[in-house]
C-alpha cells in the first residue's frame, strides 16, 4: 500500500519508527476458553444523584468547556480525570447524563495502570466484562480491548462485506445495562479516522410528534447479542464466548434515573421486536425508529480521538457507532472500562403530558 503524502506542516499522531505498540500491555489476548459467570441482580445507586449541579469539583481552576454540538457532547479542557475526587466523579457522571458525551484530551488516565483505571470506573457502578472481545496481554478482565492492526484484523475482518457504521448502546441485551462508560485511547491512526459517531436519545425522543411519542410509551423490545456471537463463532476454535447468548426486554421509551429526561431505547444491533407487535408492524416502526437515529445529524456529534483522548459517555442517553475509516493495516488501540447500572425505567404513559405545549418551535407552528 503506497504511504499517503504528508504535506508541509501537517501534524501526524506519534509512531514508534519500528512500528511496534505504544503500548504493549494493553495489546488484545484472546482466551478461547475463558467463561465468566453473569453478574446478575444487583441495587444501582447512580453517582450522579449525589452531585453538586453547579460542579464545583469537576469544574474548578482553569476548566474551559466546550460544546460539540447543541444536543450531545461536550469537550472539557484543563481537568484531569484520574485526579478527581469522589464528588468530582459524581459531578462527572451527572454532567456526563446531561451531555450525553464528555471529551477530555491529554489524559493521565492510560497511565496510571489497570487498577487505579478499574477504581475510578467502579465509582458508577460494577464493570462489565465482555462476552467475546480481548483482554490486555498483561491482565484484567474488565478491560476491553479495542484493537486494529495490520497484525491482527481480527476485527476489521469481522466487518468485510457490511457497513461499519452500526448505531447502537453497548451490551443493552443485559438485563441492568451500561451507564457510565469510559473509551480511553492510547495510539490514533497517522492521519485521521476512527471516531465515534454518538447520537443523542434523549432528543432522538423529544424530536418525535407528541402522538408518536405517546404511542411508543409503555411498548417493550426484546433485545439480543445473537448476531454478535454469531460472528465471533466465525473465528472457529478461536472463537472466544465467555457467555452465552444475552437477551432482555426493555423499554422502548426510558426515564434516565437522575436527570429524569425521557429517551429512545432501541439501537438497531441489539434490538429485535417490539413485543405484542406482529413481525412485519414491529420491523415497520423500529425500521423508522432506526433510521431516525441514523439520519438526524442535527442531533449527533463526531468525537475525534489523539492519544490521551478519554471520551466519558451515558449509554442510557445516546446511541453510538464506530466509523473504522481509516487505511487498512494502520493501528488503532484503546481500551474500554464499562460500568453498569440501573435496570431500564419505562417512562409513564400519560394521556396528556403537557410535551407538546413546552415545545416552542410545534406551538408556533399550531402543531399541537
Ligand atoms: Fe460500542
Known sequence: MPAATVLPGQIVRPKLADDSPLYPDYMPHYDPLEK???IGEFEHYDAGHRADPTFPNLLKGDAQVLDLSPHVGTEIRGVQLSQLNEAGLDELALLAAKRGALVFRDQEFGNIGFEAQKKIVRHFGPLHIHGWAPHPKAGSDEHMVIYDHKDDLRVRKSWAGRSPVQWHTDQ????QPPG??????LESPSAAGGDTLVSSSVQAYKSLSPRFR??????????ANGDGVAQELKNGEKAVLRRGVLQAEHPIVIVHPVT???ALYVNPV???KIV??????SDCILGFLFDHIAKRADFQCRIRYEAGTCLVWDQRVTNHSQTLDYPVGERRHAFRLTSLANKPIPALVEEDDGECAKDEMRTQLNLC
Do not use: N, W
Request: charged share 35%.
Open 276 to 281: 405484542g407487535y406482529d413481525q412485519e408492524e
Open 36 to 38: 465468566v459467570e453473569d
Open 270 to 272: 441489539y434490538t429485535k
Open 260 to 262: 429524569k429526561e425521557k
Open 180 to 185: 457510565t462508560t469510559f473509551i480511553c485511547m
Open 172 to 175: 443493552s441485551p443485559e438485563s
Open 214 to 223: 405517546k404511542r411508543l410509551e409503555g411498548l417493550t423490545a426484546i433485545h
